[in-house]
T-cell receptor, first 112, second 115 residues
Framework: SQKIEQNSEALNIQEGKTATLTCNYT??????LQWYRQDPGRGPVFLLL?????KEKRKERLKVTFDTTLKQSLFHITASQPADSATYLC???????????FGAGTTVTVRA | GAVVSQHPSWVICKSGTSVKIECRSL??????MFWYRQFPKQSLMLMAT?????????EQGVEKDKFLINHASLTLSTLTVTSAHPEDSSFYIC???????????FGPGTRLTVL
């Protein structure tokens, strides 16, 4: 069965450092992968989408990589700030029908 | 742009009653709307997909007679939890998709507590 795994439930880092989150998937070859941010008690907010033919994508202090051979995406938050503290979710359209399946998320806490 | 609202943001009801949650796309027409459920410390689980004017498609294990979805227009979808029980207490989130775009735009969620 398809599985989407995010490497750790929680990540605590010092302000200014880079946070690196991992999303691994099995038994599927997605055309694209997405990353969302979710704050407590709120709905997810779209951050980045990376397609299978793209190795890397950036948006401000965010960087996403996509390795279809390893079946893995890395999500980096550079120069992290306390305001970056949130849960980050990766999502895949595993059935190629525009319906998203989400990983469990990694909760990032940035200490000032 | 691409703002989705949900109403109410939270609701408390007694066991056995029905609760309706509205999802609206405020500044765009949504060809498809999705309903998710999220339990504490867990990820979002897709419950159903609805297209305007047609019947919703439910994911495996989701009771369609319990979770009624109506997609009356391109900007409004409603989810009715019928005969709610405490185990239905959860965070319900809708999202809207636009034809030709791969991203979904999520609402702020509705916290349902069934006593």
């Amino acid at each position: 069965s398809q599985k989407i795994e995010q490497n750790s439930e929680a990540l605590n880092i010092q302000e200014g450092k880079t946070a690196t989150l991992t999303c691994n998937y099995t038994n599927y070859s997605p055309a694209y992968l997405q990353w969302y941010r979710q704050d407590p008690g709120r709905g997810p907010v779209f951050l980045l989408l990376i397609r299978e033919n793209e190795k890397e994508k950036r948006k401000e202090r965010l960087k996403v990589t996509f390795d279809t051979t390893l079946k893995q995406s890395l999500f980096h938050i550079t120069a992290s700030q306390p305001a970056d503290s949130a849960t980050y979710l990766c999502a895949l359209d595993i059935r190629n029908d525009y319906k998203l399946s989400f990983g469990a998320g990694t909760t990032v806490t940035v200490r000032a | 742009g691409a703002v989705v609202s949900q109403h109410p943001s939270w609701v408390i009801c007694k066991s056995g009653t029905s609760v309706k949650i509205e999802c609206r796309s405020l500044d765009f027409q949504a060809t498809t709307m999705f309903w998710y459920r999220q339990f504490p410390k867990q990820s979002l689980m897709l419950m159903a997909t609805s297209n305007e004017g047609s019947k919703a498609t439910y994911e495996q294990g989701v009771e369609k007679d319990k979770f009624l979805i109506n997609h009356a227009s391109l900007t409004l979808s409603t989810l009715t939890v019928t005969s709610a029980h405490p185990e239905d207490s959860s965070f319900y989130i809708c999202s809207a998709g636009i034809a030709g775009r791969d991203t979904q735009y999520f609402g702020p969620g509705t916290r349902l507590t069934v006593l």
